[in-house]
């Protein structure tokens, strides 16, 4: 390497930056390439096996996220990552459910939550009567 004073050239430095950022978006293509499927059918159809919730992203800590939610121990951002408040929301679904509060998902804890509901994404198209009722007029004489 070129060195001005003993540090890098711009040159040098470019490079290396030019490294990085490759390695970084080899990183993040492979990630993305290996990771589950996060569409509607796939959080619908993602069901417990066993095994606890995955690393990263996946279609059961979603469907697991709001379904916590919808039974009223949020999980926080609904984003599919397993997590502390993930674990937290699961010891408290357990402990209001009378269920051993472990904040582990399991067949008893998964089972009740599959009592809410089945389908967690739903299509929905908004009519002209959704908003209706939600604020008072506007007055005639805003600007």
Known sequence: WT????LPSMDAIHIILAIAA???AAAVTFGKANA???DPAAINAAS???QQ???G???LAVRLQVLLDRAGASPGVIDGYSGDNVEKAIRGFEQVNGIDVDGLIDPLVWDTLQAMGSEVIVSYTITEDDPS???APLPDDYA
């Not at 060195?3 to 003993?6: D, H, K, P």
């Open 53 to 55: 919730l995955p690393e």
């Open 22 to 24: 490759a390695t970084f």
């Open 133 to 135: 009722g939600l604020s």
């Open 48 to 50: 417990f096996t066993g």
């Open 57 to 59: 992203q996946s279609p």
């Open 36 to 38: 589950a499927p996060m």
């Open 3 to 6: 060195t001005v004073r003993g």
